[in-house]
């Protein structure tokens, strides 16, 4: 068998049993929650696609499976170093494999708006660079001096459309994320029959009988982001510590005190308001309508 074929067998084996045996890993050791099931799935797509890039980097091969290459006459390809093209897509896939693993895990970063932007920069910046780079016609001739015959307008134009479209969404998520990263606020009301929660990807509602318990805390321990939103001032969504597990949090990041609320039924909620006078008085309130159901 040839060293290339074993390569490749040995690339993809391993891509596809590395997740499995993570997954194993999790579970024996009681380390898996919703956050490494992310990365888990998100290990599962993308690995293949980088041992199919380090395979292409490595041997040169795989030419087969390159857009736009794959779809020429014969007499056109002869133009071309199809060796020297299918190594610089191998390491193009291996980067953006990375990228994307790396977004799975996003989770466990401590800013994740701000590393969100840079991955998703970073991705969009890596696909029109390539592009870029690729499409140079002349970069991948076997012979400088012999023209092959030219793309059509239509393909520059797809190119440069793609390029650009990936420049601009790279400009865009940054805008974006800036923008969100000051932005947020946490409105906690309460009436005669419910507790309402409303922030950015958390809103919730709870009747009093549904409620077992509320109790005021000082300097929790927040844990981590599963998903959800995280500002420069406002921090909520799903979360994940020792003591509660999966929670529903909805805070401002500079009160480190916070209502903790236990439901019959479903997450436990912590949040509080935008001073801590204001979260003690919410609590009084709250306490004294769950009192009177």
């Not at 074929?5 to 084996?13: F, Q, R, T, Y």
């Not at 974006?176 to 409303?198: C, H, P, Q, R, T």
């Not at 204001?278 to 009084?284: G, H, I």
């Amino acid at each position: 068998m040839e060293n290339s074929k074993k390569l490749a067998i040995v690339l993809v084996s391993s891509s596809l049993l590395a997740p499995l045996v993570l997954l194993f890993f999790s579970l024996e050791t009681g380390f898996f929650d919703s956050k490494f099931g992310v990365v888990l799935l998100m290990t599962f797509i993308m690995l293949p696609l980088a041992a199919a890039g380090v395979y292409m980097w490595i041997t040169g091969k795989g030419q087969w499976a390159i857009s736009g290459y794959n779809t020429m006459g014969k007499n056109q390809q002869a133009y071309y170093d199809g060796e020297k093209l299918a190594k610089d897509v191998g390491k193009f896939l291996v980067i953006i494999s990375l990228i994307c693993i790396m977004l799975g895990a996003i989770a466990y970063f401590p800013n994740t708006m701000l590393v969100f932007a840079v991955l998703m920069g970073a991705l969009f910046a890596a696909i029109a660079a390539f592009l870029v780079y690729a499409g140079n016609g002349k970069r991948y001739l076997k012979d400088q001096m012999r023209t092959p015959p030219p793309p059509s307008k239509e393909d520059r134009k797809v190119m440069w459309a793609i390029a650009g479209v990936s420049l601009s969404s790279a400009v865009v998520v940054f805008v974006l994320v800036f923008l969100l990263m000051g932005s947020g606020s946490v409105n906690a009301s309460a009436n005669d029959e419910k507790l309402y929660i409303d922030a950015p990807m958390v809103n919730r509602s709870l009747n009093y009988e549904d409620i077992v318990s509320v109790e005021l805390c000082e300097d929790m321990d927040l844990g981590s982001r599963v998903g959800g939103f995280g500002g420069s001032k406002v921090l909520s969504g799903n979360f994940n510590n020792k003591e509660f597990g999966d929670y529903t949090l909805a805070c401002y990041k500079d009160i480190r005190t916070y209502i903790v609320v236990e439901p019959v039924k479903g997450k436990m909620l912590v949040f509080n308001r935008n001073s801590v006078e204001e979260t003690v008085d919410f609590y009084n309130e709250l306490v004294e309508k769950i009192d009177r159901t």
